[in-house]
């Protein structure tokens, strides 16, 4: 990819870190930098951390999301000022075992190649998908399985929240890529994103997402019943929050 997530690293987890969540960056080459930290205050542990960067209206965005399990999604796009992804990756990284060793899945998207190439330990798969609409993807991280022969349910992340937003805003219809079942659906942009004045909420999956000023606020997890919510002062658990926020900032890689 194009993004340059090793200049993102050093920003959120450089000097600017001491400066505290979701204020805006100043950087020559870029108009707007901002990260946003989130976890959730009650229930299941969610952590997740969101860079935002733009640049002559082009939007660079990494973000880490970590289940209080252990399992992991690292993810990066490039949206270009219409709304349309020009290009993103993804890792999931599945919890540690004792001794185990860590087996990732690796999903690249091309829209500019009508292509998704996806890498597992056990898989490789280059799937054709049309761009004739505006990319975006189901959640890739999931809860706990009900049963055995049940998968999890989807979890949503603020990145994936913010990369559907911006996809609608046109009004048109957009593509929904499956990554578990290699299929792809058209989806109008109203149900996608319910505007509500100058705010909006997304639905991802079985998630709800809150939009304040163009950014995930708060995303209500179904799979966890719980709420991953931005960190500020209303938050109780945010002190110690901000810690895991920090780690997560500094973690993020390609």
């Not at 299941?44 to 990494?62: A, D, K, N, R, W």
């Not at 997304?202 to 799979?223: F, H, K, M, Q, T």
Request: charged letters at 15%; hydrophobic letters at 45%; proline letters at 7%.
């Amino acid at each position: 990819m194009s993004l340059n997530v090793s200049v993102l690293v050093l920003l959120v987890a450089g000097p600017w870190s001491s400066l505290g969540c979701g204020a805006a960056r100043r950087a020559p080459w870029s108009t707007d930098l901002r990260r946003s930290c989130y976890s959730t205050v009650e229930g299941q542990p969610v952590h997740s951390t969101l860079v935002s960067m733009q640049t002559l209206g082009t939007e660079q965005l990494v973000g880490m999301t970590e289940l209080g399990t252990g399992e992991r999604l690292v993810e990066e796009a490039t949206i270009d000022p219409t709304g349309r992804l020009v290009e993103a990756a993804a890792t999931l990284s599945p919890a540690r075992g004792v001794g185990a060793p860590v087996t990732a899945t690796r999903v690249v998207f091309h829209p500019g190649r009508n292509s998704v190439e996806i890498s597992a330990p056990a898989l490789q798969v280059k799937w054709s998908v049309p761009s004739d609409l505006p990319w975006i993807w189901a959640p890739m991280l999931t809860g706990p399985a009900a049963s055995l022969n049940s998968p999890g349910r989807p979890i949503a992340t603020p990145l994936g929240a913010r990369a559907a937003f911006r996809a609608a805003q046109s009004g048109g219809a957009v593509r929904l890529l499956d990554l578990g079942v290699l299929q792809h659906h058209t989806v109008t942009a109203d149900q996608l994103v319910v505007p509500d004045g100058a705010d909006a909420t997304v639905i991802l999956a079985d998630d709800v997402v809150a939009i304040e000023n163009g950014a995930p606020r708060r995303l209500y997890l179904s799979a966890l019943d719980t709420t991953l919510e931005v960190l500020d002062a209303r938050a109780p658990s945010s002190a110690l929050a901000a810690v895991r926020c920090t780690e997560l900032s500094g973690s993020i890689a390609p």
